[in-house]
């Protein structure tokens, strides 16, 4: 069944409610391609093929007998490991968690399951979605299908990974500093980051609380407004998520553009960017001046100051978050040769956390602590405001802006591990719409030189996530990368 690979979800779904195809048949043709390359990339911490045939059968009996199914029956679908599966293991990528099977679905899951969606597996990602590069997991690095020596970008890794291997359709990802646009980016896919609250993030084990946003991961942009249909609205068990009703995604995909007016940012196109990324954002802008819309210079001009303002404001909520991994209330207990309680905290997270993630709950603690607060966390967050404030004056201007996702194509594995801050800069273009709570959407714009994905950026205003999805539409009918596939060839 090599041809399903070839569709995306939406097709899918109406193959499967037509019965020209059956979920089993669906969800078998994805296993046996996950099974060929999760060797070569590593994209899962836990598969469960059985479960997941168990459950398209029970989709395909409903069908049988003339039931009601949901918007996404028979279409598998993979999930971060940062975010609450019920009796499916759940563990951030980290040793702490290795071993914690949840009780509950997360918000997010228990609408995939209404749907109808199959649930394959756990992706693979940084260590409690720490990193850039999904090199910081406790189990093993994911490679990139477009280059097997490069990194995937991270910290949603394995979701981009397997889906640019084609061994799923759609994937949902988590986004606190530009963890789903970047490795969108790197693996040639679509990824958006919603609106802060537009999505429910209760179930996400969290990093840093007013930053990470769940969000949807796709081959194309109609897969991801699929998706994002699902899982956004209001949620009374996430008190910062928004009560305004979602919109229709799908429904306004295909509407014209014509007079949107989009911002490019001075800022955003600095000396010494990769000049393939450079041509490919304004090849973008050709496409879209023939769309109809107005091309507006703007400017960002606290884009400096974000990547710092992050690295400040992000650590510390993670020191506060990561606290209750002592062994007593969560995580793994490591038993120490002492009698005293503050020698097991200490063997427990010693061996339960990474060296990334230590050295964060570090970071976070120290700008936190007496006479250090004012200084670093006060200030950052006082950048943070002077963020919105320029995005909300841009916006004053423009409908949306564009730019481009990352400053370079995916780097070598390895090659970052021992500079952090070539890594963290990996976010500089992503980091200001998670301080700014704004949408933020990668699209694949085309292919470098050596054969790499490079991905566009559209950021919009807060819970217009139609504008974006509908402008990246048009684009991606423009720019035709949508059937581009890495060379790890689709043989089974």
């Not at 479960?51 to 989709?59: L, M, N, S, V, Y």
């Not at 800022?267 to 091309?295: C, N, R, S, W």
């Not at 010693?350 to 006060?378: H, N, P, Q, W």
């Amino acid at each position: 069944m090599k041809e399903l690979l070839e569709n995306d979800a939406a097709t899918l779904r109406e193959k499967i409610r037509s019965r020209s195809v059956s979920a089993e048949e669906v969800c078998r043709a994805f296993l046996d391609r996950i099974e060929a390359v999760e060797e070569r990339i590593h994209a899962f911490c836990t598969l469960q093929p059985e479960k997941a045939i168990e459950t398209a059968r029970a989709i395909d009996a409903k069908i049988s007998r003339g039931e009601t199914v949901g918007p996404l029956a028979g279409v598998p679908v993979a999930v971060k490991d940062v975010i609450c599966t019920r009796d499916l293991r759940t563990t951030c990528s980290s040793r702490i968690l290795e071993n914690f099977v949840p009780t509950f679905d997360a918000t997010v899951v228990r609408k995939l399951r209404e749907a109808d969606a199959v649930i394959v597996g756990k992706t693979n990602m940084d260590e409690f979605a720490m990193g850039s590069s999904t090199e910081n997991s406790a189990f093993h690095s994911t490679r990139n299908p477009w280059d097997l020596d490069r990194v995937p970008g991270g910290s949603s890794g394995g979701s981009a990974a397997i889906l640019a291997a084609g061994g799923i359709p759609i994937a949902l990802g988590t986004d606190t500093g530009g963890s789903i646009r970047q490795p969108a980016a790197f693996c040639g896919i679509v990824g958006l980051k919603p609106t802060y609250g537009r999505v429910s993030r209760y179930g996400q084990i969290a990093f840093a609380s007013s930053l990470d946003q769940i969000g949807p991961m796709g081959r194309t942009v109609t897969d991801c407004a699929l998706l994002l249909n699902q899982i956004a609205g209001p949620d009374p068990k996430d008190s910062t998520c928004s009560t305004d009703p979602a919109g229709d995604y799908l429904e306004r995909l295909q509407e014209p553009v014509r007079g949107l007016r989009v911002g490019v940012p001075e800022e955003y196109f600095p000396e010494g960017l990769d000049p393939e990324i450079k041509a490919t954002i304004l090849t973008a802008l050709e496409h879209l001046e023939k769309m109809g819309v107005i091309q507006e210079r703007i400017s960002l001009p606290h884009t400096d100051y974000a990547v710092p303002a992050y690295y400040v404001i992000a650590p510390a909520e993670a020191s506060s978050n990561l606290a209750r991994y002592d062994g007593v209330r969560y995580g793994a207990r490591r038993e120490s040769t002492g009698a005293n309680l503050v020698q097991m905290y200490r063997a427990t997270r010693t061996a339960g956390f990474g060296k990334e993630v230590k050295c964060r709950i570090m970071l976070g603690t120290y700008v936190l602590s007496a006479g250090y607060y004012d200084a670093y966390y006060l200030k950052a967050q006082k950048v943070r405001t002077r963020i919105r404030i320029d995005f909300d004056e841009a916006f004053e201007k423009v409908d949306f802006i564009l730019s481009p996702t990352t400053p370079t194509t995916a780097f070598l594995i390895g090659e970052k591990l021992e500079s952090p801050l070539e890594m963290y800069l990996s976010y500089i273009f992503t980091a200001t719409s998670n301080l700014a709570g704004l949408p933020s959407l990668s699209l694949p714009g085309g292919l470098s030189s050596d054969g790499l994905p490079i991905g566009i950026q559209l950021i919009g205003k807060p819970f217009e996530e139609e504008t974006l999805l509908k402008t990246a539409f048009g684009l991606e009918q423009a720019l035709r990368f949508r059937d581009t596939r890495p060379l790890l060839p689709i043989d089974h």
